[in-house]
């Protein structure tokens, strides 16, 4: 329930002139504050205040406004909580499970996001990608839109083919980083990892490997398929164990797309032929490519490579190839990137729009990177975060902290860990660095997942102890005469939620949705401290059964949207 429209809109009718719901905000001595009459009496000559005075002085308090003042140039609006609990508790409790969820639209967002090299498991530095993409899908659906997920696999180049190799020389596996990791020696992406390690050695060693290698990529990139099963083939083993850990995350993909097959249909040697009939395209001693600095793009050498000396294609020309494919796809085009990948990512955008015409822009939603607990890892050297290690970890630490508390049982071990993970994460802008520490991601107080699942918990044994269907309590059964400011402000947090699902899907930032819970926990636990329930006056208890049954079923649809569960009994 947008409170703040209706607020804007009577602004308008009492001045006539046009008002911005941007000058609609909440106040620290009122429900709502409108700065307008600022604007609005400067371009007339007024004084502020005389004119918000006499604005103030047409609205009559109706409907969801019970009051109307106006204090130093500022409009400051109180609500008739009575009508406000009425309206929001109808919506919330008719809609259920649905409350908040957009109309259908039109279109078709093709989301690409993670894609990580198929070099070694999924490492804690790369899962924040997994994390917000995942939950910008959850909250696109959720707003009305058809979502299709992509997961881009870089199966061709170096990395994979010193794989490839190594796994056909059958190049023994370290035994150190193999004792480090002895726990999943069997996973898929171990394995994998593994050989990468010791393939890596022996290539920064010995140059006949080296010498394989190259002509391995070359064979491969000519379209030799032996070479490209070959290459392909390593990156297909990793990429099932790396699936295994994204379905224990909750995560799906609708569609994995592999660099190779840009290569076996002959794409890309479409898209260099289409580059090189550009003005701008290049060749120089470290290869051919685009120069770009009429764009802004300096490179050292003069270009942006797309091509090697030896005619072997780099990653820009097959990811500007994949983009053209993406494009055929769908009506709106967003990626989940790496900070570290901003150049890259402004050059394919110039490419695509300014050389190839293409007139579908592409969103790009960066993010800064994760540091746990302040250590460095390299998957090259054999020291990783693996995600796999690190859910291990925290369902074993959330096992502890249930036994230290006497709260729940460790079968909500997983639930409690996994979902302390992804909201540690998913709580911070995108474009703000993290550094993940157990202490505050597992922590039962403050800004976290298992506060928030809590207070669900909460919800639930409240309702399981009324014995009382609520969705049959009707609201002429209740009385909506709020007493106290913890009551209101639960009603009034409730009220936000289809407007925090609006502005997370314009922005494309989970974490509003991560900051809203907290909010709305927080004023529950103001309520549930202050507003007994089950022993309160009939229509008093339904009023607020109502309450805990919405903030219970609120709270369930947000932490969905973050792809984090929400058990019914801690």
């Not at 180049?157 to 020389?169: F, H, R, S, T």
Request: proline share 3%.
């Amino acid at each position: 329930m947008d409170v703040r429209e209706e607020v804007r809109a009577r602004v308008e009718a009492a001045c006539g002139e046009e008002v911005s719901l941007d000058e609609v905000r909440e106040s620290p001595v009122a429900d709502f504050g409108c700065s307008a009459a600022f604007r609005i009496a400067k371009k007339n000559g007024r004084n502020p205040v005389d004119y918000a005075g006499e604005v103030a002085s047409k609205m009559k308090p109706s409907g969801l406004i019970g009051r109307v003042e106006a204090v130093n140039g500022y409009l400051n609006f109180h609500l008739n909580y009575e009508e406000f609990a009425r309206r929001v508790l109808h919506e919330t409790n008719s809609k259920g499970q649905d409350y908040g969820r957009g109309k259908r639209k039109p279109g078709k967002v093709i989301l690409e996001h993670t894609s990580v090299n198929p070099t070694g498991p999924v490492h804690v530095g790369r899962l924040r990608n997994t994390m917000i993409g995942d939950s910008l899908r959850r909250i696109l659906s959720y707003a009305g839109f058809h979502v299709e997920t992509h997961y881009y696999v870089n199966d061709i180049g170096k990395q994979v083919a010193i794989i490839a190799l190594g796994l056909k020389e059958g190049i023994s596996p370290p035994t150190d980083v193999v004792s480090e990791y002895s726990g999943y020696k069997d996973h898929e992406d171990f394995e994998v990892f593994f050989t990468y390690v010791s393939a890596n050695r022996k290539f920064e060693e010995d140059e006949g490997f080296q010498g394989k290698v190259q002509t391995l990529i070359q064979d491969a990139e000519s379209g030799n398929a032996k070479s490209l099963d070959e290459i392909t083939g390593a990156a297909k083993r990793c990429l099932l164990g790396q699936q295994k850990t994204f379905s224990r995350l909750g995560i799906r993909f609708d569609v994995f797309d592999f660099e190779s097959d840009d290569i076996r249909n002959g794409s890309v040697d479409k898209t260099m032929e289409r580059l090189r009939k550009s003005g701008l395209f290049k060749e120089t001693e470290v290869g051919s490519g685009l120069d770009l600095s009429s764009f802004g793009i300096e490179k050292q050498g003069g270009i942006s490579v797309l091509a090697r000396k030896d005619g072997t294609s780099v990653y820009l020309a097959r990811d500007v190839t994949y983009h053209l494919r993406k494009v055929g796809l769908g009506d709106r085009l967003i990626n989940v990137l790496g900070e570290d990948h901003k150049l890259e990512a402004t050059e394919i955008r110039i490419i695509l729009e300014e050389i190839l015409g293409i007139k579908k822009p592409v969103e790009v939603v960066h993010f800064s990177f994760v540091s746990f607990e302040g250590e460095k890892f390299s998957t090259r050297r054999g020291k990783i975060a693996a995600v796999e290690v690190l859910l291990d970890e925290a369902v074993e630490k959330a096992a502890e902290e249930i036994k230290s508390r006497g709260i729940a049982d460790e079968s909500t071990a997983p639930i409690i860990g996994v979902g302390a993970v992804k909201f540690s994460i998913l709580k911070i802008a995108p474009n703000k660095p993290i550094t993940f520490k157990w202490s505050d991601a597992l922590s039962f107080e403050g800004e976290t997942a298992p506060y928030i699942q809590y207070s669900h918990a909460r919800s639930c044994r409240i309702l399981e102890k009324a014995n009382v269907k609520v969705e049959r309590i009707k609201l002429d059964e209740c009385n909506f005469t709020l007493e106290n400011d913890e009551e209101k402000r639960l009603v009034k947090a409730l009220s936000e939620f289809p407007e925090k699902i609006e502005e997370a899907m314009k922005a494309l930032r989970p974490d509003i949705i991560a900051q809203y819970l907290l909010k709305l926990t927080s004023a529950y636990g103001g309520f549930y401290m202050k507003c007994p329930v089950l022993d309160a006056q009939e229509k008093v208890k339904n009023r607020r059964l109502l309450l805990v049954h919405a903030t219970k079923n609120t709270i369930k649809r947000g932490l969905d949207l973050l792809g984090i569960e929400s058990p019914e009994r801690m």
